[in-house]
């Protein structure tokens, strides 16, 4: 079975640019996690869907930052425009409940650069 | 601020040795993971650790949750070239929040050397 998959594997933008992430999650996986870490610090979550809803997304830097999941399978993830700043590893993650516990199945990251 | 402090941040050792990282916290965790990371790859969870004083096994690796629930630590006997990583723990504060929301430390990285 497919883990989660990622697209692009990397990204170099200009400041101001749009750029939009893609997340694939497990099939079956209601629950979609995305997750950043920028140069030097650690991985933070940043939202999280059920299905196609948005259970918490606290973890959002700024309107700067949209998620989607339509349809409930996979996600998108939009900076725009984005800054110097947004640059660092994006990971998506699934998994099947949310409980205490349960496993997350991450995807290899999305590296983006903005110059 | 920190939540989660791991050290070392960097490990050298040659194949063969044992090595501990610890992952330490002011704040009570109702459980914490510990992921192992390689390049270009996601973290992989490598165990989950819910009870104060939980030891865990994994083959040779050994993993503790402290009493007080603050604190773990992962112990590698006989590293292995293939034990090469990043090495990452991630606690869940309160039962009660979402169990995605965990807070990361900031890693160990782990060279193993043949």
């Known amino acids: 079975e497919a883990g989660v998959t990622q697209f692009p594997s990397h990204s170099v933008i200009e400041k101001g640019q749009t750029v939009t992430l893609r997340c694939d999650p497990i099939?079956?996986?209601?629950?979609l996690y995305w997750y950043r870490r920028v140069m030097g610090k650690e991985i933070k979550f940043l939202l999280h869907f059920v299905k196609e809803s948005k259970q918490d997304e606290s973890g959002m830097p700024n309107n700067r930052f949209l998620a989607e999941r339509t349809g409930g399978t996979y996600s998108t993830l939009k900076v725009q425009p984005a800054e110097l700043e947004d640059s660092g590893v994006y990971f998506c993650?699934?998994?099947?409940?949310?409980?205490?516990?349960?496993?997350?199945?991450f995807g290899p990251g999305t590296r983006l650069l903005v110059l | 601020t920190q939540l989660l402090e791991q050290s070392p941040q960097f490990l050298s050792i040659q194949e063969g040795e044992n090595l501990t990282v610890y992952c330490n916290s002011s704040?009570?965790?109702?459980?914490l993971q510990w992921y192992r990371q390689e390049p270009g790859e996601g973290p992989v969870l490598l165990v989950t650790?819910?009870?104060?004083?939980e030891v865990k096994k994994l083959k040779r690796l050994t993993f503790q949750f402290g009493d007080a629930r603050k604190d773990s630590s992962l112990h590698i006997t006989a590293a292995q070239p293939g034990d090469t990583g990043l090495y990452l723990c991630a606690g869940l504060p309160d039962k009660n929040t979402n169990a995605g929301k965990s807070t990361f430390g900031d890693g160990t990285t782990l060279t193993v050397k043949p």
């Open positions: 650790v819910v009870t104060g004083g």
């Open positions: 099939s079956g996986h209601d629950n």
């Open positions: 993650a699934s998994s099947l409940g949310a409980v205490l516990g349960e496993t997350q199945y």
């Open positions: 704040s009570v965790f109702s459980s």
